[in-house]
Antibody, heavy 121, light 109 residues
């Protein structure tokens, strides 16, 4: 069974750093892209970026380039999303998902349970 | 353009048919995928590609596409279909990027 299990909720202060994780199991972790999706309170889904754990190829949405860092450790089948200096506007639910690209579409077929990040002074 | 536009809200009477649409330039080149999200839950893939349903998704869900518009149709809407629905497509830049629509809140009356 394919599973993506994310790390637990975080409460941080502005300016602090943070790294959240997403551990995959039940499939070949190095053969699929992993994506990160932001959902701010009461808002829609936003594509942040993706990583291919097989070679760490990383692609960011222009809105998130330079704001976050996506990485992966294929030895432990885990992807990460990190911030060096959090802002209150980073308060959101963050989902990881397994991503598949074909010539005609993209799909996110398995999702983690989400990690709620709250940034408040 | 990398934007996908959805109506914010749609309603349907129980047992009737409803169509949720998604518009964007990238849809001229790529099919949309559709996700259902219920309150407090992660999104679930319901339709992808030309009109494909993952295992476990009821056959009342179907997808179609024409020009720059993709549609998700629910034939015989059930109370449990009340949720937010998001479309998603590859970015028209051709890179490995994606984009989501703003979401449609479906109310089943």
């Amino acid at each position: 069974e394919v599973q993506l299990v994310q790390s637990g909720a975080e409460v941080k202060k502005p300016g602090e750093s943070l790294k959240i994780s997403c551990k995959g199991s039940g499939y070949s972790f190095t053969s699929y892209w992993i994506g990160w999706v932001r959902q701010m309170p009461g808002k829609g889904l936003e594509w942040m970026g993706i990583i291919y754990p097989g070679d760490s190829d990383t692609r960011y949405s222009p809105s998130f380039q330079g704001q976050v860092t996506i990485s992966a450790d294929k030895s432990i089948s885990t992807a990460y999303l990190q911030w060096s200096s959090l802002k209150a506007s980073d308060t959101a639910m963050y989902y990881c998902a397994r991503v598949y690209f074909s010539s005609w579409y993209v799909l996110l077929d398995y999702w983690g349970q989400g990690t709620l990040v709250t940034v408040s002074s | 353009s990398s934007e996908l536009t959805q109506d914010p809200a749609v309603s349907v009477a129980l047992g009737q048919t409803v169509r949720i649409t998604c518009q964007g330039d990238s849809l001229r080149s790529y099919y949309a995928s559709w996700y259902q999200q219920k309150p407090g839950q992660a999104p679930v893939l319901v339709i992808y590609g030309k009109n494909n349903r993952p295992s476990g998704i009821p056959d009342r869900f179907s997808g179609s596409s024409s020009g720059n518009t993709a549609s998700l149709t629910i034939t015989g809407a059930q109370a449990e279909d009340e949720a937010d629905y998001y479309c998603n497509s590859r970015d028209s830049s051709g890179n490995h990027r994606g984009v989501f629509g703003g979401g449609t809140k479906l109310t089943v009356l």
